[in-house]
C-alpha cells in the first residue's frame, strides 16, 4: 500500500469513484484537473500495487483550519482499514502544516463513516446548513492542536 499525491494520469479511476460516491456533483474531467491545481486542495490516493484503493481531498479553509472533502475506497477494498490509513496520513500532514482543526461534512445516515470518524477523535459539532441529496448533513470536528490560552 501505497499514499501519494493524486495526479493526471490518475483522472480516469478518481472520475470513477467520485462519480459514483458524490454523484450531487459534475465530475467532467477539466473539473477534477482544476480541482488537483487548486493550491487551496490536495488530494492523495491509496494504491495497491497499480490499483488506484481511494482517496482523500482536503481543503484548507484558512491558516488554521481544513476540511476532508471527500473521502472513498472503491468496492472490493472496503472493511480493510484503508479508510483509517487515509485518515491518518492525512491527519499527520495537516498537523505537518500547522492546522489545528480538521472538519467534514457526513451523511446523518452514514453510520459505518460516523463510526470511523468518531473513532479517529471527531466528534459531532453541528449540522450542515443545506441538505445534500434531500439527506440532513453532520459536520464533525477534530482539533489537532492544543490551543495555548495562556499567551
Do not use: C
Amino acid at each position: 500500500m501505497k499514499i501519494s499525491s493524486v495526479e493526471k494520469n490518475d483522472l480516469i479511476p478518481l472520475k470513477k469513484i467520485l462519480s459514483k460516491e458524490f454523484s450531487y456533483l459534475k465530475w467532467d474531467p477539466a473539473f477534477i484537473e482544476n480541482r488537483l491545481s487548486d493550491p487551496s486542495l490536495k488530494m492523495f490516493k491509496l494504491m495497491e500495487g497499480k490499483k488506484f484503493v481511494g482517496f482523500i481531498e482536503l481543503e484548507f479553509m484558512d491558516e488554521l483550519t481544513a476540511r476532508i472533502n471527500g473521502l472513498a475506497v472503491k468496492n472490493g477494498f472496503r472493511r480493510q482499514g484503508h479508510a483509517k490509513k487515509l485518515i491518518d496520513f492525512a491527519l499527520a500532514f495537516l498537523e505537518s502544516t500547522g492546522i489545528e482543526e480538521v472538519n467534514l461534512l457526513v451523511r446523518k445516515s452514514n453510520q459505518h463513516a460516523k463510526k470511523l470518524y468518531e473513532s479517529k477523535g471527531f466528534y459531532l459539532a453541528g449540522i450542515h446548513d443545506r441538505k445534500i441529496q434531500g439527506e440532513t448533513i453532520e459536520v464533525y470536528a477534530k482539533p489537532l492542536a492544543e490551543k495555548d490560552y495562556l499567551n
